[in-house]
């Protein structure tokens, strides 16, 4: 057989060549000196690190001894801090608040509907101040007023509280302020109203006298109020500088006294300041409402409301809570002491209920009567300055040998005066000695 020339192996090639799919090599994309180079940016190395440091840490949990981690009060540096989830608002709602029968003072509402609409409209040349600070007594109805007029207008605010503006990192009150704000922006953005509500600023922000220490954090949260207030529309997150616009989100502080604020938080232009002293009517009315599930007669409550002319509000809600402690002895006597915890906590039973007490005039009479002495013993009975001066203890003979309750009752007479303190005699000095020390 002939062998096959040069020129038909290289046809039959060219043939075999067509009949199988090529494979092309991946093209790399090379640099100056022809190196493989796979990163985006300039930096391999901050490239291709797509880790999180704080996570890292908390995997290195129980790997060193705790004395080489630090951190004190956190448990150690292996403990992730600062993380997003930590600022969420936590979805506490006003949902739970049932408004139906409760009195909304008229100028209360007016004030906070006005303030939250005037926030939502484009007024022409006019600024508008951001934050509405409520203010006045304690106990007077601030917080639930709010919360019955944001109710009544249909909106669930992002709410914080003074126990939320100081923390163990600096900087974090700060920043959860921002994010919150930003929170209720996100809502509007969706078509729905919402505002940023903070219950008592000035016991979180504020200073009460020297006694209170101003911290880093306290000096942020105002300085960040103030720039939320003169830039509603850009709020940003530390480290986060992006020229985005939010929608402008109404802020409702509540607090008993602005002036331990930081002065030019308060000042015109950023804050609408509105004192809140409920007139007799108001009291009447909220007092109305409180009693209205016990079939109080409005006669009977406007009696309770002029005997105690001085008292707060919450001063009646207490009362009302107070009527149920018969009810709650009886129930702890039938159960005995030792099946208390079975029966209140996972009970296959269900929940304890009562029948309506017996809320008469001269019931609510007596058991206010009670809280008033409670409350003069408070204010009589300074048993901080007794122990500071005398280290007396009730009943001692110091203290007159009475109790707080029979001192303030009886006006124990002070203590007699220790006697005046004597120094010893001095003692004889030693008779000088004849032995010879000379070596």
């Not at 503006?165 to 704000?181: F, I, T, W």
């Not at 109080?296 to 409550?301: A, E, H, M, W």
Request: proline letters at 6%; hydrophobic letters at 35%; a neutral charge.
């Amino acid at each position: 057989l002939a062998k096959p020339t040069t020129s038909a192996r290289a046809a039959s090639a060219s043939r075999g060549a067509s009949a199988r799919p090529l494979r092309v090599a991946p093209a790399m994309n090379r640099g100056a000196r022809g190196q493989e180079k796979n990163q985006k940016g300039r930096w391999r190395g901050l490239d291709e690190d797509i880790s999180d440091d704080q996570m890292d840490i908390q995997r290195g949990r129980d790997m060193v001894d705790s004395k080489f981690q630090g951190g004190f009060g956190q448990d150690g540096t292996h403990n992730a801090i600062l993380q997003s989830n930590d600022y969420d608002s936590g979805k506490r709602t006003l949902s739970s608040v049932d408004a139906e029968g409760y009195y909304i003072c008229p100028a209360f509402l007016d004030k906070l509907t006005v303030h939250i609409v005037k926030n939502f409209l484009d007024l022409p040349k006019i600024k508008i101040p951001l934050i509405l600070g409520i203010w006045g007594g304690k106990g007077q109805g601030k917080s639930f007023q709010c919360e019955l007029a944001y109710k009544r207008m249909g909106i669930d605010p992002i709410m914080m509280s003074a126990g939320e503006l100081e923390s163990g990192n600096a900087g974090e009150p700060a920043k959860l302020v921002r994010q919150r704000y930003r929170e209720a922006a996100d809502i509007i953005t969706k078509g729905k109203m919402c505002s940023l509500y903070i219950n008592d600023l000035d016991a979180g922000a504020g200073r009460m006298g020297g006694t209170t220490q101003y911290t880093v954090n306290n000096q942020m949260v105002n300085a960040t109020l103030m720039n939320i207030a003169d830039n509603p529309t850009n709020v940003q997150l530390p480290g986060v500088y992006q020229n985005d616009a939010i929608p402008r989100v109404p802020v409702v502080v509540t607090g008993n006294d602005f002036s331990t604020l930081y002065a030019p938080l308060v000042r015109d232009g950023r804050m609408e300041k509105f004192y809140w002293a409920p007139t007799r009517e108001d009291r009447i009315g909220v007092a109305t409402g409180i009693f209205k599930p016990d079939g109080i007669s409005d006669q009977d409550v406007t009696v309770l409301v002029d005997t105690f002319p001085t008292q707060s509000i919450d001063f009646f809600g207490a009362l009302r809570a107070r009527v149920y402690d018969d009810k709650v002895r009886d129930f702890i006597g039938s159960t005995g002491l030792e099946a208390l915890s079975a029966r209140l906590v996972n009970s296959r039973e269900g929940k304890v209920t009562f029948e309506q007490p017996n809320m008469s005039l001269d019931v609510l009479m007596k058991y206010g009567q009670l809280l008033t002495q409670e409350q003069d013993n408070v204010t009589r009975v300074q048993l901080a300055n007794e122990y500071l001066d005398s280290a007396a203890l009730p009943g001692s003979e110091s203290f007159g040998g009475q109790t707080p309750q029979s001192a303030a009752v009886g006006g124990a007479p002070p203590a007699a005066a220790p006697p005046a303190y004597s120094p010893p005699p001095a003692a004889a000095a030693p008779a000088p000695s004849t032995s010879d020390y000379s070596w």
